[in-house]
């Protein structure tokens, strides 16, 4: 079972404080809660019907939903998508391109960037010894970086964020496999398109300083 599972869904703070009040906040009153739907058809009116949500196409809601499809994961998805007021972000996906690997690809990175906020909101609980702010931070970055990873395998991003909080939270084991987990999608996407013009995707040199990064982690 993933960890994001067992943290996010089982005690997170993302999911013991939302509240009617919290969904009020965003505009969600009296809204059935996500985790009450079964079905697919169920989550898709679910998400037409709700604030926010229903202005997401449904080219970029069907991506999500082939994309996480654990239940508690995807729980957890929705939740921190509007306490971190992630959904307008959703919005203009689907418009530009209608592949569901692209669209869940740009999900992934809206993920990864609210996963990269978290890891320094955990570096800063951690030096101030905050410990109910640095345990959610760590919440954070697990809820952001896990469906990260379900929606784009070869999100190292991700793996490289989830391998440094086990780190910072002195878990050596943990951070080394997510490591060596994007160690190995790295080397997986060289072997696939070694000719590629990576520079249209990436910044120049951006997978070897990437892969600097995670052997970096190897060494904590």
Known sequence: ???YVRLGVAKGPLF?????????AHGIRNMKPFHTNTTREERQEWFAQTPHWDRVPASVIDSILDGIPDNAMLDAFVLTSMEQNLVPSYESLGRQSTVPA???AQVSHI?????NRAIGLLAR?????????AENAYQLVMNAFEPAIALAKNQVVAYAGISAAYGMVSRRSESHEYAKRGLAELAEMRRL????DRNRVFPPEALDQMEQ????????
């Open 16 to 24: 013991s404080q939302a509240t009617p009040e919290a969904s009020f």
């Open 111 to 115: 993920l990864c960037l609210t996963g």
């Open 193 to 196: 398109a070694p000719n590629v």
């Open 213 to 220: 990064h995670l052997r970096s982690l190897l060494a904590w």
């Open 125 to 133: 609980g951690l030096e101030l010894n905050d410990a109910d702010g």
């Open 102 to 104: 692209i669209i869940r």
């Open 1 to 3: 079972m993933l960890e």
